[in-house]
């Protein structure tokens, strides 16, 4: 019984900066981060252990993009920099309940949330 809602999705300039948040509920599990423009398939974006201790990026957002958490906040946040038109997609935040220390891969996830739009403007 994991549940997730992410929140801080908006309309934002090219080379703008958004704050993505993930309140979570349940026990501590690690947690990714995905995206899904229209018409293309749910893509990686990045991967945080339980603990914070190990980050993982897809390579289209390495170095623009920070994941991160507060688990006293139960909490996970993407940070997003230099934005552009094509980071524009519905951002997930999920679970990973597996046993490995995090996963890159969609169908590795357990439990999701509901999804915020992020659109980049040129």
């Known amino acids: 019984q994991v549940q997730l809602a992410e929140s801080g999705g908006g309309l934002v300039q090219a080379g703008g900066s958004l704050r993505l948040s993930c309140a979570t509920s349940g026990r501590t599990y690690a947690a990714g981060w995905f995206r899904q423009a229209p018409g293309k398939e749910r893509e990686f974006v990045a991967a945080i252990t339980r603990g914070g201790g190990f980050s993982n990026y897809a390579d289209s957002v390495k170095g623009r993009f920070t994941i991160s958490r507060d688990n006293a906040k139960n909490t996970v946040y993407l940070q997003m920099n230099s934005l552009k038109p094509e980071d524009t997609a519905v951002y997930y935040c999920?679970?990973?309940?597996?046993?490995?220390?995090?996963?890159?891969?969609?169908?590795?996830?357990?439990?999701w949330g509901q999804g915020t739009q992020v659109t980049v403007s040129s």
């Open positions: 999920a679970a990973y309940t597996g046993g490995s220390t995090y996963s890159t891969q969609r169908y590795e996830y357990d439990y």
